[in-house]
């Protein structure tokens, strides 16, 4: 059975040269015929590399232990569930399944009709397959999640305990996707180059596949963020670990990008930044990949050191100096149509947006490697932890929220300074007496979130306006009431007024954010039965917390659980019991602290169980209070929601053909 | 009596000042004061996570030295300069703001500066290049229609 899942790799990796080959040749040469070939070449990958994972999951399922890979992440006691998720629980399997998604959007890309952009298909192909055949190249060489042992092991290892968890389930797939997914606006990027096209038609046809990659992305983003809240037990949702920053690097070049296209599509300028910006970001993508596979940041996401990383990096600087050159060579048919009018403009505004989104990105991607750089040039080793990132992209945070605000107020090319202040005048009232009013009526005095509050309600209140001004006047041109009314706008236009929504998601998690980094309070202490520890914060009143008893239970297979009771009392008045609970995995010799939390509103009450005697008679735990927390969370479901609203099949999609055929007297194809 | 009483406020007072500071020097240092300290230090066997909210045995060691030193009385820049002593500044979660951790903070303001000067540049190239236009542009009454009205317009025209 394995010998079919390796074989099937090969064929694979023997597909995707072919396409490459066959891909070119026809389109260089006008050979409909070997066009065909190719594509079909190409199915034939998507179709092997789903041979060869159903292969893995039947070793996996059947516990195929004498496959090395098997025995590593699975066990005896594993449960159907996460032997189906163990498929993607270490290096070489997660590499064939990212190759495996990689292949499923070149197969989907295939099988659309592109019609007008017919012509960079061949060239599409090539790329894809380019990519593709790095990481088949992988599994069938370094990485063959196929290996024998030359033995059959009685039992595997079992999973990573920290992978015990829905989260940590669907987080790696979500995660991928909207990591591979971003190959289609770059094959389609890379193709525009190669074929000399000056026109955006690559963007805008891919627009929509840019959006899932980005949506998949951040929905990978949150649940990570999540898991860590529900598993990690440190009382946060982001370490600022150079994992997770290898996921939120890309994200911060994509959000530009996906910024700047509007100003492509509406201008024509920016040509050349948005084909950069789309490089970089597969690019990162690319590396982000390598820094979670190859071990050379520690982290708590990491897989064993192997000798992957200098391949991966080979590939790497391939890839990126190949597109560079590229890129660099195509410089002046990329020049742009317009220029800027007004420094009071959308364009201007969106540019502004660009620069602080790089920077943070930038500053993300340097404090993320500054532990390598400063070893190599420097002589030793200088950790930079999540103090430096706060301090260093905080203030750019901030300063995007305010950015969002004035963006939508401002028009295309100019705004008249009268106009300006005239749309102005309710947002910086609003703002304004957030600014004066929160540290007078409320708990939140310090500056920064002061400030960040301010900027929040002034962008919270553009944006209202913008759907009200939209509903507004439908409902005076349409007569339509106000509710058809809003639903009609969003559906005329769903990137704009999804994009709203994503900006209302960005803002409540603000909230949420600004919460956890000013007011969060942690407290630990040592208790003895029926001894009672108090934690108060100025957002939710005190708790007292009651040791009530230590008991130990069963957890799932392998696991031992330790539970802590803990009676609380909100303010004098009980309110709750809380179960925090360790769980020590046997077999790995690791320990988890699963947090119990008490909600209250939107804030929570989130305690772990430090220590304890071996008598159970006495405890430490830790207990913080995260204001505003679930702000956080709800942010994220708005923001998800948002981004289906605007990747949604529109009705501004459906008229495409009309346009496409309009915009393609700017296409030149030599 | 009245001669007595400023000095008998003040006795008292020290005396209370004594009190309030005798459970501090009798006392441990209290979990939340070792943790503190333990914040802004790394994890010494995984790296990504920092010395207070790590659960490994090696990282108990190293709250319980921190907790050793503040009862003797370090505070708490003597404990982080007897960790960096020994284990050299990737011991701190913060890299320091001078010598070589300062490439840290440096080079990210470098880089946005320089992207607010190419802003700048170009931002003044492209405005440079057509006052004339602009000013036809600003000609326009207005409000004479809004952004939405003209962008459908445009729109439907396309398809002409």
Known sequence: MPSIGYTAQVLALILAVYAIVAAV???????????????????GVTIMLTVAIAVMEYLLLTQHYQTEYVAQVTNRDATTFFRVAALWGSQKGSLLFFAWLMSLFTGAVLLNKWGAVKTLIPYVMAVMNFILIFFVGLVVTVANPFAQLSFFPADGNGLN??????????????????????????????????????????MRTTRRWTLIAWLFLSMGLLLGGRWAYDVLGWGGYWGWDAVENAALIPWLVATPFLHSVIIQENRGMMKRWNVGLIILTFALVIEGTFLTRSGVIGSVHTFAQSAIGPLFLGFIGVMFIASLV??????????SDNELDSMFSREAIFLLNNLFFIGIAFTVWWGTHFPIISEALLGNK??????????????????LVLLMGIAPLMPWRQISSKKLIRQLTLPVTVGVMVAILLPLFTNIKMKGAVMTFAFVAFTATVT???????????????????????INLVNRNRRRYGGYLIHFGVLFATIGIVGMEFYQVETQQNVSLGESFSISSPFTGTYDLTFEGLKQ??????????????????????????????????????????????????SELYVII??????????????????????LWFGGIVFVLGTLVAAWLSTEVKRRPVSAKSRQGTVEVS | MKKYFIPFIFSLAAIMVMLAALPVLAQDPSMDEVNHVARKLNCPTCQS?????????????????????????????????????????EVLQEPPRQGRGLFAWLLPIVGLLAGVSWLAFVLRRWSAAKPAEAAAATALPEDAIDDETLRKIEEDLKGF
């Open chain 1, 25 to 43: 040749l026809g389109a260089r040469k006008n050979r409909p015929d070997l066009i065909l070939s190719a594509k079909n070449a190409s199915l």
């Open chain 1, 553 to 602: 239970v069963p957890g799932k297979p392998g696991v031992e659980n330790t539970v802590g009771t803990l009676q609380v009392s909100h303010n004098g008045q009980v309110v709750d019991t809380i179960e925090p609970y360790r769980e020590f995995f046997v077999r790995q010799q690791q320990p988890m602290t699963i947090p119990d939390v008490h909600r209250q509103g939107m």
């Open chain 2, 49 to 89: 996570l920092n010395l207070e909210d790590c659960r490994t045995q090696t990282c108990d060691q190293w709250r319980g030295q921190i907790k050793d030193l503040l009862a003797e009385g370090y505070t708490e820049q003597e404990v982080l300069d007897w960790f960096i002593a020994r284990f050299g500044v």
């Open chain 1, 161 to 202: 305990p920290l992978l015990y968890h829905w989260g940590m389930v669907i987080h790696p797939p979500v995660l991928y996707t909207g990591f591979v997914a971003f190959i289609v606006p770059y094959a389609f990027a890379m193709a525009a180059l190669f074929t000399n096209q000056r026109g955006d038609l690559w």
């Open chain 1, 610 to 631: 430090a220590g304890w005697e071996p008598d159970g008679q006495s405890a430490s735990f830790k207990a913080y209070i995260n204001p505003m927390i679930n702000w």
């Open chain 1, 382 to 399: 200088i950790v930079v932890g999540p103090p430096f990132f706060r301090k260093a992209t905080g203030p750019l945070f901030a300063g």
């Open chain 1, 464 to 486: 209202l306006m913008e759907y009200w001004r939209g509903v507004n006047a439908r409902h005076r041109a349409h007569g339509e009431n106000y509710f058809s009314a809003m």
């Open chain 1, 326 to 335: 590229l890129f660099v060579s195509r410089w002046e048919i990329l020049g």
